[in-house]
């Protein structure tokens, strides 16, 4: 028998797990509570019963996958391998939990959100995708231009991965697989378009 506070929980969880796939897929502004209600069958005010609204949850869910992605990333850094290849194994692991680029979906929640949620949403983001990132450009065998910090090498990164998300914008051979494409685009924000003139 099912106790009520198991139940409890086993609601809440779902709600979690739902919001999850949907905020993931669709954004912030495209999922409703109405829309997460629906998807595990319970009605809007027996969701507003677990969380108090769509922001709680938002939050929830994206402090969840953040830290995620943050044991994930921590666990790529530890081993010892080229930047390239410990940029493309990130890069997976973002691309396979995210279906939609991080670094959009968290800011256009901006328009709709309390400043405090904001504020919480903001050191996610950077306790849990940049600062781990930041750690790649931090090794000793990746130089990076004079007047390029680590912190900005990581977010120019994170801001640079849309082509990965979408199939209109794609760079590189659409036949090849999944890390030829990756390092391909992690090949041009490392190394940059061009060669620098020879004077």
Not at 57 to 80: C, Q
Not at 160 to 185: C, K, M, W, Y
Request: negative net charge; glycine residues 4%; without cysteine.
């Amino acid at each position: 028998m099912v106790t009520r506070a198991e139940q409890l929980a086993q609601t809440h969880r779902a709600i979690l797990d739902a919001a999850r796939e949907l905020f993931l897929k669709n954004g912030y502004a495209a999922t409703s509570t109405r829309d997460i209600a629906k998807a595990i069958g319970i009605t809007q005010p027996a969701l507003y019963h677990h969380f108090k609204d769509k922001e709680v949850i938002f939050l929830a869910v994206i402090t969840t996958v953040g830290s995620e992605i943050k044991a994930g990333i921590d666990e790529i850094n530890a081993h010892d391998q080229s930047a390239l290849d410990q940029l493309t194994d990130v890069t997976l692991l973002l691309t396979h939990k995210h279906p939609a680029d991080v670094f959009t979906l968290i800011h256009t929640s901006f328009k709709e959100i309390s400043h405090e949620h904001i504020r919480q949403l903001a050191g996610v983001f950077m306790t849990d995708y940049v600062q781990p990132i930041q750690a790649v450009f931090e090794q000793a065998n990746v130089q990076l231009q004079p007047d390029v910090t680590p912190a900005m090498a990581a977010k120019f990164y994170l801001t640079s991965l849309s082509p990965l998300f979408n199939s209109f914008h794609q760079i590189g051979d659409p036949n090849a697989d999944e890390r030829t494409q990756v390092q391909t685009l992690l090949k041009m924000i490392l190394f940059g378009v061009a060669q620098a003139p020879t004077e």
